[in-house]
């Protein structure tokens, strides 16, 4: 599978972004999602994730109560809805596909990445 993310840019502290993941292929069900994301000079870092039926998510504490993600099969697409932005999610963030259909928040699990989209804020 393919991935595609877009949305990024930027936005004041305090502000809304969403971001949106296309995958290819007719199998995108079969794939649970998640968010990752690398600050300048750190390591990647979980986000978010969601089962192959969207039931199922899961968060970093840091982001909690903050962004909700999101996926709606027909469109093959994956969301991450992020409100409340802080200085410190400033980061390229990376949508990524894993055959476990259940939620994973290891990196090391996810079998595809897209090319990231870069969310910048502002204090």
């Known amino acids: 599978v393919q991935l595609q993310a877009s949305g990024g840019g930027l936005v004041q502290a305090g502000g809304s972004l969403r971001l949106s993941c296309a995958a290819s292929g007719r199998t995108f069900s079969r794939y649970a999602m998640g968010w990752f994301r690398q600050a300048p000079g750190k390591d990647r870092e979980f986000v978010a994730a969601?089962?192959?039926?969207?039931?199922?998510?899961y968060y970093a504490d840091s982001v909690k109560g903050r962004f909700t993600i999101s996926r709606n099969n027909a469109k093959n697409t994956v969301y991450l809805q992020m409100n409340s932005l802080k200085p410190e999610d400033t980061a390229v963030y990376y949508c990524?596909?894993?055959?476990?259909?259940?939620?994973?928040?290891?990196?090391?699990?996810?079998?595809?990445w897209g090319q990231g989209t870069l969310v910048t804020v502002s204090s």
């Open positions: 969601i089962s192959w039926s969207g039931v199922g998510t």
């Open positions: 990524a596909a894993t055959t476990l259909r259940s939620i994973a928040s290891y990196a090391e699990l996810y079998d595809y």
